[in-house]
């Protein structure tokens, strides 16, 4: 047998038959431990014919010329020449290696169709050594011939199905890392129908810039990610909600997620709706206000509101009012929860001047807010106690009754509700409403994981507990 070199490390020790591919003996060398196949027929024109073209192309001839003189289309000479053809990096990129039969008089081993020999004649303008071409990714298609088996085969291997031998498992893993391989997770997921992406949409993302004091969107995010994570999935955040046309909801039904979290929707909304009704499973974070095929992620808020008022009456409060608007779930459970909470230690409340008519959160402007703080703030004098339905509001009312002398919490106490860093500085603390938000961002993500999978409804509809945290705005002192 004519002695064998092997064209991935130019080794000619031990070069051993390692088999048959597709009718044509294959050797493994045990230097590189790599499989290639011998005498393969080299693909495309001969390196002579594209070094003449090089030349008259240097010569400053035209392609038409080039390629009517040579009998190779313009087409395959502008590949050749790397001028912007779409096929430039398939062109560019080496062919299979061929292997070569040493003897006393036979050349030194190369590889067939080497690029490089196209521009050995170009014009310098032409070339850009400085940055290699481009390679075309591998597939497994590759990896079969370089392992020496059947595409199934190594389909069979990343998937994990049907028996498979220890030698030849490792013939493939060994193509794999040679060729660097991944499987494109486009086809995978078709095939599977799950891409492994979850959705996050969030009403509010904006106010981390606006109001970063207030936001809470950077603990649900990191609750989020981290869940997302932990169950193997990547999340996709999209930064705008609301789409013109009628097919608005159709950015969510691509295919690109499995599943959605919503944060902070808004009652009665039409695309979250449609989204859902179209069969996208959808889990809600900060409202249990949802489709009736969705699944939400709050926290007990008319509970929350009972333990606020018995905190005021505690303190010696029994002219309690409230003041917040009524946009969402969330605010009207938080007046709700409010007004059973009067009812149940016995106090009387006059709500007519204290409800904010907004019931939107478009409508919730500063103009709308402070008309209705100016409302409040003529009625303070009958009040010991204005419970709000978040921390921002309660910042403002602070500064309000700051401007016209009323003092918090000697004339008025001051409650809010979320806990937010800024929560710490209004009036020497702000008694307020603790919301785990990074504990609802991973619970979100574990719904809504177990709502992809078949998980009954009633399992994907969860209120966690709050916690009243207790600040100087209702006791006087500072924490």
Partial sequence: MPEICCPRCGSWAKQVKAGMNNGRQQYRCDACRRRYVAERKGRGYPGSLREQAAALHAEGRTLALIGETLGVTPRTLRNW??????????????????????????????????????????????????????????????????????????????????????????????????????????????RKRRTRILGVMGHGLWDFVELPTYSIILPLLAGI?????TAGHDVLTYTSWYTPGPHGG????????????????????????????????????????????????????????????????????????????????????RY?????????????WD??????????????????????????????????????????????????????????????AITGFDDVPEAMHIAGGLTTVRQPFHRIGQVAVERLVAMIEGAPLSECRISLPAELIVRASTTGVHG
Wanted: proline residues 6%.
């Fill in 81 to 190: 020449f790397r001028e912007g053809d779409p096929k430039e990096e398939e062109q560019a990129e080496p062919p299979a290696v061929s292997d070569v039969t040493h003897s006393s008089q036979s050349p030194a081993p190369s590889i067939v169709g080497d690029p490089d020999e196209a521009a050995a004649g170009r014009p310098a303008d032409k070339m850009a050594p400085e940055a290699p071409a481009a390679r075309r990714r591998s597939t497994i298609h590759d990896v079969a011939e370089q392992a020496g088996v059947a595409a199934s085969t190594v389909s069979n291997y990343l998937n994990g199905k049907r028996r498979i031998n220890a030698s030849t498992r490792e013939r493939v893993q060994e193509a794999i890392d040679a060729l660097n391989f991944t499987p494109n997770a486009l086809t995978q997921a078709i």
């Fill in 225 to 229: 990610n981290r869940s997302a994570a």
């Fill in 250 to 333: 159709v950015r969510f039904l691509d295919g690109y997620i499995d599943g959605l979290v919503v944060i902070g929707s808004t009652l009665r909304d039409a695309l979250l709706e449609r989204t859902a009704a179209a069969g996208l499973p959808i889990v809600s974070a900060l409202t249990r206000q949802v489709p009736a095929n969705s699944g939400y992620v709050n926290v007990d808020n008319i509970g929350a509101m009972h333990a606020v008022v018995e905190h005021l009456v505690s303190v010696g409060r029994r002219r309690i009012g409230y003041v917040g608007p009524l946009h969402d779930s969330d605010h009207i459970d």
């Fill in 336 to 348: 709700q929860g409010f007004s059973e909470a009067m009812t149940a230690v016995g106090l009387e």
């Fill in 351 to 412: 709500p007519s001047p204290m409800e904010f008519a907004c019931r939107s959160a478009d409508l919730l402007t500063q103009e709308v807010v402070e008309r209705q703080l100016h409302r409040m703030i003529q009625t303070a004098e009958k009040l010991d106690a204005i419970v709000l339905p978040n921390d921002w509001l309660a910042a403002r009312t602070v500064e309000a009754l700051g401007k016209r002398g009323f003092r918090v919490p000697e004339d008025v």
